[in-house]
Nanobody, 128 residues
Framework: QEHVVKSGGGLVQAGGSLRLSCAAS????????MAWFRQTPSTGREFVAG????????ESADSVKGRFTISRDKVTDTLFLQMNSLKPEDTAVYYC?????????????????????WGQGTQVTVSS
């Protein structure tokens, strides 16, 4: 069974930092483009940041640019999201995603429909 093991998340004060991680389990993600999405009760799942299969290219949503950094470690097959200068509006359930189908080497996929494998989600709460 393909799935991911997530860690990180929790409660933090505004201005603080958190690091999310997402490790492969049962399947390697080394050939997948990957991404982080987030969802609140009032919004659909929105793109936060994505990284290409080769790890050389990444994109992030305007709302998190300069604050969040996506990265991947191919040795441990783990995806990370470093979140700094957190704001209350960053409060959401965060999901990691892997393409699960052929990925172009250097392309970042920013749409939910482009991913087949999803983690269970981890809650991030930022207090003001």
């Amino acid at each position: 069974q393909e799935h991911v093991v997530k860690s990180g998340g929790g409660l933090v004060q505004a201005g603080g930092s958190l690091r999310l991680s997402c490790a492969a389990s049962g399947r390697s993600f080394s050939n997948d483009a990957m991404a982080w999405f987030r969802q609140t009760p009032s919004t659909g799942r929105e793109f936060v940041a994505g990284i290409s299969r080769n790890g050389d290219n990444f994109e992030s949503a305007d709302s998190v640019k300069g604050r969040f950094t996506i990265s991947r470690d191919k040795v441990t097959d783990t995806l990370f999201l470093q979140m700094n200068s957190l704001k209350p509006e960053d409060t959401a359930v965060y999901y990691c995603a892997a393409r699960g189908k052929p990925s172009l080497l250097a392309y970042v996929y920013p749409h939910e429909r482009e991913y087949n494998i999803w983690g269970q989600g981890t809650q991030v709460t930022v207090s003001s």
